[in-house]
């Protein structure tokens, strides 16, 4: 491989992992209650979204149908230490992850972790596209707890509902090609085709760098 090829794959990675970061500022910056459930449900809307315009998704991530709703599972092992959140180094340059307790309705005390930004997000990383769907998700869950975000994740005929109700596939991989309707139509393979040549260029989350 040249080191041309090596050069663009490289930054390509580079891409997909800063608008994760760069979407989790601009999301926790906007909402009242940016804890995980919630970004990870705003996440998940956002790449939803647009993939249900362009046949592509935002961030690259892959989502699995939990109990709650789509969670990006490979960030999600990255960042959770056992009962705890970790950032890696280059998360940590622009956010904190704070735990805090709040009351449950039966009187018991629960365990949040809340994103609070460092700084403004960059959004010359985004299209124009993109930065109107993000706010369109700012307005879905702006009021929004981690009861009602899960909530509004099981509604009928969201990619989750689809997976795990009519497809019986609870705790699997959300395959957007076949959950996501397109407001344009394309041949299925080729969306999967691009997918796939796309994905293998994205960042590893197995081997994270937590410097």
């Excluded at 979407?23 to 910056?29: C, D, G, H, K, L």
């Excluded at 460092?118 to 879905?140: A, G, H, S, Y």
Aim: with cysteine.
């Amino acid at each position: 491989m040249s080191k041309i090829k090596i050069k663009q794959e490289k930054q390509s990675k580079n891409v997909y992992r800063q608008r994760i970061i760069e979407a989790i500022v601009y999301f926790s910056n906007k909402v009242k209650k940016p804890n995980k459930t919630v970004i990870y449900k705003m996440l998940a809307t956002l790449d939803f979204r647009h993939f249900a315009k362009t046949g592509f998704p935002v961030t690259e991530l892959e989502y699995e149908a939990y109990k709650r709703g789509p969670v990006p599972a490979k960030l999600h092992k990255e960042i959770t230490v056992g009962k705890d959140v970790i950032l890696p180094k280059d998360f940590a340059e622009a956010l904190i992850c704070m735990k805090s307790e709040y009351g449950k309705t039966d009187g018991s005390i629960g365990t949040e972790f809340i994103f609070r930004p460092k700084r403004k997000p960059n959004l010359e990383i985004f299209t124009p596209r993109q930065i109107d769907i993000m706010q369109e998700v700012v307005d879905i869950y702006l009021e929004a707890n981690a009861r009602m975000a899960s909530d509004a994740s099981h509604e009928k005929n969201t990619p989750w509902y689809i997976t795990v109700k009519l497809m019986g596939k609870e705790g699997e991989l959300i395959d957007m090609v076949e959950t996501i309707k397109l407001e344009k139509p394309i041949a299925k393979e080729i969306i999967r085709k691009k997918l796939e040549e796309k994905m293998a260029m994205v960042y590893n989350y197995a081997h994270p760098d937590r410097g």
